[in-house]
């Protein structure tokens, strides 16, 4: 089956600690992006790549870092310098062209403790 | 900077009732596109209908339509027949068609729908 799979689904941290959330996609997107989410917003952009070893900033990337080395995954790290790290995150990917629809994963839930 | 406003956060419906959400964007620009997309309590994100601005006629997905006023910037979306499994956050999107930021969505802050038996 095709999709977008996030791991793990719920996730913990200790303040000060860095976290890396998975994303793989087996659809062959050229494009990805990670989304925030938080009770009462809508999603945020974080970062996006349209493609293999590039990627650029979304409005909220302060805090987090990703890389794109594969077509298939594009993992992001939660620092310790983001201030409010505990959210609904967001994975997605699409073919290249603004008419494409984003296919989502499922999400990944982190609570900093 | 474009902006996705939905002015109702919760809504409730009878079953087999039709229910209209609201949603207003603002751009400079002429060609883009309009997204909604359906969150259930599972929290997968689904695309329920989208429409491109330079088309007139308005986007229908079986019980899903909309009523697109590009002079008035409005994307309402009306749910016919609603059924429990409607049961949702819904979230308004915009996506510009251009530049280096292509293919980004801005998203509104979403309308949560309760269908009830």
């Known amino acids: 089956d095709g999709g977008i799979t996030q791991s793990p689904k719920y996730l913990f941290r200790k303040e000060g600690q860095n976290v890396t959330l998975s994303c793989e996609q087996n659809?062959?997107?050229?494009?990805m992006y990670w989304y925030r989410q938080d009770p009462g917003q809508g999603l945020r952009l974080i970062y996006y790549s349209q493609i293999v070893n590039d990627f650029q900033k979304g409005d909220i990337a302060e805090g987090y870092s990703v890389s794109r080395e594969k077509k298939e995954s594009f993992p992001l790290t939660v620092t310790s310098a983001q201030k409010n790290p505990t959210a609904f995150y967001l994975c997605?990917?699409?073919?290249?062209?603004?008419?494409?629809?984003?296919?989502f994963g499922p999400g990944t839930r982190l609570t900093v403790l | 900077a474009q902006t996705v406003t939905q002015s109702q956060p919760e809504m409730s419906v009878q079953e087999a009732e039709t229910v209209t959400l609201s949603c207003t964007y603002d751009t400079s620009e002429n060609n883009y596109y309009l997204f909604w997309y359906k969150q259930p309590p599972s929290r997968q994100m689904i695309l329920v209908i989208r429409q491109e601005a330079y088309k007139q006629q308005n986007a229908t997905e079986n019980r899903f339509s909309v009523n697109f006023q590009k002079a008035a910037k409005s994307f309402s979306l009306k749910i016919s027949d609603s059924q429990l499994g409607d049961t949702a956050m819904y979230f308004c999107a915009f996506r510009q068609n251009y530049g280096g930021s292509q293919g980004n969505l801005i998203f509104g802050k979403g309308t949560k729908l309760s269908v009830k038996p």
């Open positions: 997605a990917s699409s073919m290249s062209g603004v008419y494409n629809e984003q296919f």
């Open positions: 659809l062959n997107h050229d494009a």
